[in-house]
Every structure is written in structure tokens, then in C-alpha cells.
């Protein structure tokens, strides 16, 4: 090899990055790309805030006005040590349970099918064999009856006939001297034998269900029936919100650009004390609330704002966030404990003790945290994983990597690090009181201020906002609820009466 060559080799390969041969074996058939796809330019450069590697040309035509952009490099150190490797473990793992979940529900399904598809062979089999048996009895018994009958005809007429013969030799004797009298008495017996003789004719009368039968009206004896019905396979969920977050892409925007669409007014069922302190948009668009007075129920409404039925639960309900299709999870304030409950069936799944008041609660990344002396996070089994140390009263909303609470003792909204860092705190005038709190995807807040009566949203940074809606008609706004799918806002009004679900607009 020439030197020139050598210098050439060195020169293309100079950014490239050596790795073992056996790291390279076990990520050989996983497509990763080190250059943008849109500028075929080398991702050098990372944004916190949309968890997106940048070229040189993403990052100030897309991402100008971000703050959290750092290098790459500085965003991979201690990548191998990170959660993020044995999060990924883990959720392969789960994957793999579940896809030979599946294979072998499938598998034994099929078995399940033939073993019905010989039963009913079997079924179909016997029927047969026995309406042949039952079709041979009526048979003999037919041929029984028809024989008795026509013996029956043949003695009668052949008794007729002999009885005729003997009259008829007496009459001739008789009839040399008394032609007269026999020519009556003979005309008088005649009619008299003639009302007592019959002729017989033999006939059969079918039934009509064998009648049916034999004109090929029944056209079957029985009916194979096929249900559908919906498979109980329990496969196991990991990181809720990065499944949600595939489905659909919060598009990039300035506080500026957000506006508000009525969509639906609820106005909630009376039944005696109202005191609304929760609510959440569950899969399927309805409408859930938490009533927290002496009724153990949560209230569903359709999208429409009409009401659908109330869900019995443990005891008054506080707070509630949707888990998956079939779950949410439910807090008892003073009670102490809560709960991950299926409202499919109506069914508690699993009860977790806290220790203390719980009151707030939201979820991120397969986790629920909830609002005690602290922010504490828990699995989906109900292990303690997190504390936060956060500065916080009733209500908190949390992202992947970040913890949103109000405090309405200070006037202050916080977001804080999962490791009870602050981010950033915002407070103004036009935020008094602020109550209930829901983040989206991007890390923006949504806020009501429960004096101040209105909804602002602060941008991902802490200091941009905007007042969104003005809340004259509401008596107490308390509660708020963000649908990330959809992007859907929900807001209660405390003591029931008229809250309302919004669609936000991005421009």
C-alpha cells in the first residue's frame, strides 16, 4: 500500500469511531443513522426540550429559539451508565413476553378450534345415527298398522260376501211361492245391507315435521353458530406515554400561536353536594369526574356533555389520571391510600398505602406520582421508585423528565428534575391562586387560577405565557385536564354546574 493511500484512508476516516468487533456484532442489525435524514448533514447537536438530534441546519432553522440545545457528545456522556440502556432492556423484554404470549394464545386457539370444529362431528354423527334408529321404528310401526288394517278390510268384506250367499239360497226356495212378497222383502233387504256395508280405502297422513323433512323444506336439523369474541391476553405496557407519543407529534409552537376551541359544555348531574376535584379524558373521549363528598363514585360523561353512569369506587375520590385503555388510577385524600382500578369491569387491580394524604396525581414514562408530603413516583406494581422534593400543594403534572406543581399558599408555579432540582419557578400578577395544573408533551402548563379566574399557559421555559381563556361564568374553577392525543383540554368547575372541553389549536 502506498503512502498516498495510507494519507487518503486516513483522511475519509478520520471523524469515524472505533468499536469492538463484538459491540458491533450485537448492534449490526439495528439501523442506526448518524446523519439528519432531511440534510444528509452529521447530528452533532441536541434539543432537551423535543428530545431531537440536530444537523447544522436543523438547529437554526427549527430549533433557533430552543434553549437546551448541547452537543451531542455532552448528551451521550455516560449513556452506556444511564437508565435509558436497562429502560430499553426492559422494554425488549417485555416485547419479546409478549409477542410468544401471543404466538402460543394463537397457537392453542387454533387447537381449541379443531377440538370444537371434532366435537361438533361427533355431535352432527350421532344426530344422524339416531334420527336413522328413530326413522326405522317409525317404519316397523307403519308397517304394523298398514298389515292390521288391510286384514282388517279383507275380513270384513269376505264376512259380507258369505252372509250374502246363504240369504240369497233361502230366497230362492221361497221365491217359487211367494215372487211377490220376496221381489219387496228382497228390494227392503238391499237397502238394509247396502247402509251397512263399507268400502275401505287405507291412506297415511305424515306428520308434518317428517313431512318437512322428506319435501327437502327442512333444510338442516342444526345450525353451526360462530361467536367472536374479544382475547383476554394480558400483554404487559411499558412507558405509557412513549407509546402515545408515536400515535401523534405535538407540532412545534410559540405560546403566541396557541388558541382555544370550545368543543362541548357538561353540565354535571346534581346529586346533592357537589364538590368536583378531578376529572381526565379517558381513551374513548368520555368525560370522567371525581365527585369528593360522601358519594364513592366517579361520574362519566360522552363527549357530547351527556351522562352516561357513575362508576363505583373505594371511597370519595379525589384525583384520577388515565393509565391505559382499560385503567386509571384514583387517589382517597385523607384515606391514605390509592388505587390502580380497571373501569372496564369495575375492578380494583391493585390498592398501594401511602402513609399520608394523597392528593394530586399524574402519569409519565410508566410511572404515577402522587401528591404527598412530597411528589412520590411509583411503578406500575406499586414500588416506591422517586421522591421528589417538590414545592407544591394539591395538584402536580409530570412529563418524562420533569414534575409541574402549583402552590397557591406563594402564588408560584414550579418545575422541577426528577431529582427535586428547580428548573424554573414563574409567578405574576395575573396568576392568582393558582389551582389546577396539566402539562403537554413539549413541557408547556396549562394553569387556572382559581381568584384570578382564568387558564394561562406557560411556555416550557418559565417565563413566556399567555392568558388563554377568562373564567367570569365559572363560580370556582378547580380542576384541568390535558388529552395529549388529542389535543384536548378539559376544565371543572368546582361545585359542578358548567365545565368545558376545548380543543387546542396550533397554528
Given at each position: 500500500m502506498t503512502i498516498g493511500c495510507l494519507l487518503e484512508k486516513t483522511k475519509t476516516s478520520r471523524d469515524h469511531k472505533l468499536i469492538s468487533i463484538d459491540n458491533y456484532r450485537q448492534i449490526e442489525d439495528v439501523p442506526i443513522t448518524l446523519f439528519s435524514s432531511d440534510h444528509d448533514k452529521k447530528l452533532e447537536w441536541f434539543c432537551k426540550s423535543h428530545d431531537q438530534a440536530l444537523c447544522v441546519v436543523c438547529l437554526p432553522t427549527e430549533h433557533g429559539s430552543c434553549t437546551d440545545v448541547i452537543?451531542?457528545?455532552?448528551?451521550?456522556?455516560?449513556?452506556?451508565?444511564?437508565?435509558?440502556?436497562?429502560?430499553?432492556?426492559?422494554?425488549?423484554?417485555?416485547?419479546?413476553?409478549?409477542?410468544?404470549?401471543?404466538?402460543?394464545?394463537?397457537?392453542?386457539?387454533?387447537?381449541?378450534?379443531?377440538?370444537?370444529?371434532n366435537k361438533i362431528r361427533r355431535i352432527i354423527r350421532d344426530t344422524r345415527t339416531k334420527i336413522n334408529g328413530h326413522l326405522d321404528e317409525f317404519e316397523e310401526k307403519f308397517m304394523q298398522t298398514l298389515v292390521s288394517a288391510t286384514n282388517t278390510c279383507k275380513s270384513k268384506r269376505k264376512a259380507y260376501q258369505t252372509e250374502r250367499s246363504s240369504t240369497a239360497d233361502v230366497q230362492v226356495f221361497l221365491g217359487t211361492r211367494q215372487?211377490?212378497?220376496l221381489v219387496i222383502s228382497e228390494t227392503e233387504f238391499n237397502k238394509t245391507a247396502t247402509d251397512s256395508i263399507y268400502d275401505y280405502k287405507v291412506n297415511l297422513v305424515l306428520n308434518s315435521d317428517v313431512q318437512k323433512l322428506s319435501n327437502g323444506v327442512?333444510?338442516?336439523?342444526?345450525?353451526?353458530?360462530?361467536?367472536?369474541?374479544?382475547?383476554?391476553?394480558?400483554?404487559?405496557?411499558?412507558?405509557?406515554?412513549?407509546?402515545?407519543?408515536?400515535?401523534?407529534v405535538q407540532p412545534a409552537s410559540n405560546v403566541a400561536d396557541i388558541e382555544l376551541k370550545l368543543m362541548t359544555k357538561v353540565n354535571i348531574k346534581k346529586e346533592g353536594h357537589m364538590y368536583i376535584t378531578g376529572c381526565a379524558i379517558l381513551p374513548n373521549e368520555h368525560l370522567l369526574f371525581a365527585n369528593h363528598t360522601y358519594k364513592y363514585k366517579l361520574l362519566e360523561y360522552s363527549e357530547?356533555?351527556?351522562?352516561?353512569?357513575?362508576?363505583?369506587?373505594?371511597?370519595?375520590?379525589?384525583?384520577?389520571?388515565?393509565?391505559?385503555?382499560?385503567?386509571?388510577?384514583?387517589?382517597?385524600?385523607?384515606?391514605?391510600?390509592?388505587?390502580?382500578?380497571?373501569?372496564?369491569?369495575?375492578?380494583?387491580?391493585?390498592?398501594?398505602?401511602?402513609?399520608?394524604?394523597?392528593?394530586?396525581?399524574?402519569?409519565?414514562?410508566?410511572?404515577?406520582?402522587?401528591?404527598?408530603?412530597?411528589?412520590?413516583?411509583?411503578?406500575?406494581?406499586?414500588?416506591?421508585?422517586?421522591?421528589?422534593?417538590?414545592?407544591?400543594?394539591?395538584?402536580?403534572?409530570?412529563?418524562?423528565?420533569?414534575?409541574?406543581?402549583?402552590?397557591?399558599?406563594?402564588?408560584?408555579?414550579?418545575?422541577?428534575?426528577?431529582?427535586?432540582q428547580e428548573v424554573w419557578k414563574f409567578q405574576n400578577d395575573s396568576l392568582q391562586y393558582p389551582y389546577g395544573v396539566?402539562?403537554?408533551?413539549?413541557?408547556?402548563?396549562?394553569?387556572?387560577?382559581?381568584?384570578?379566574?382564568?387558564?394561562?399557559?406557560?411556555?416550557?421555559?418559565?417565563?413566556?405565557?399567555?392568558?388563554?381563556?377568562?373564567?367570569?361564568e365559572y363560580s370556582i374553577p378547580g380542576a384541568v385536564c390535558y388529552y395529549k392525543d388529542k389535543n384536548s383540554l378539559l376544565i371543572c368547575n368546582e361545585n359542578g354546574g358548567q365545565c368545558a372541553l376545548y380543543n387546542v389549536l396550533y397554528k
Open positions: 452537543t451531542i457528545d455532552v448528551a451521550a456522556t455516560n449513556a452506556r451508565q444511564s437508565t435509558a440502556i436497562s429502560d430499553l432492556q426492559e422494554a425488549i423484554e417485555v416485547t419479546l413476553h409478549n409477542v410468544t404470549h401471543y404466538i402460543n394464545n394463537r397457537n392453542t386457539a387454533t387447537k381449541d378450534i379443531e377440538k370444537q370444529e215372487i211377490d212378497k327442512v333444510k338442516t336439523f342444526a345450525e353451526i353458530q360462530f361467536a367472536e369474541n374479544a382475547t383476554n391476553l394480558d400483554i404487559k405496557e411499558l412507558k405509557i406515554e412513549h407509546a402515545q407519543m408515536q400515535q401523534k357530547e356533555g351527556n351522562f352516561v353512569g357513575s362508576i363505583q369506587v373505594s371511597a370519595t375520590p379525589y384525583d384520577k389520571t388515565v393509565l391505559d385503555s382499560d385503567r386509571i388510577a384514583i387517589t382517597y385524600g385523607i384515606k391514605r391510600f390509592f388505587e390502580i382500578f380497571n373501569y372496564r369491569n369495575s375492578r380494583v387491580e391493585k390498592k398501594i398505602k401511602t402513609g399520608g394524604d394523597c392528593w394530586g396525581l399524574s402519569q409519565s414514562n410508566g410511572k404515577i406520582y402522587v401528591k404527598l408530603d412530597k411528589v412520590e413516583g411509583f411503578d406500575i406494581t406499586g414500588r416506591k421508585v422517586y421522591i421528589v422534593d417538590a414545592e407544591c400543594r394539591d395538584y402536580i403534572s409530570a412529563s418524562k423528565n420533569n414534575i409541574f406543581c402549583s402552590n397557591y399558599l406563594n402564588g408560584t408555579v414550579c418545575c422541577y428534575d426528577m431529582k427535586g396539566a402539562n403537554d408533551r413539549s413541557g408547556n402548563v396549562f394553569v387556572v387560577g382559581r381568584t384570578s379566574r382564568n387558564l394561562i399557559r406557560i411556555e416550557n421555559d418559565g417565563k413566556t405565557y399567555k392568558n388563554l381563556l377568562n373564567l367570569e
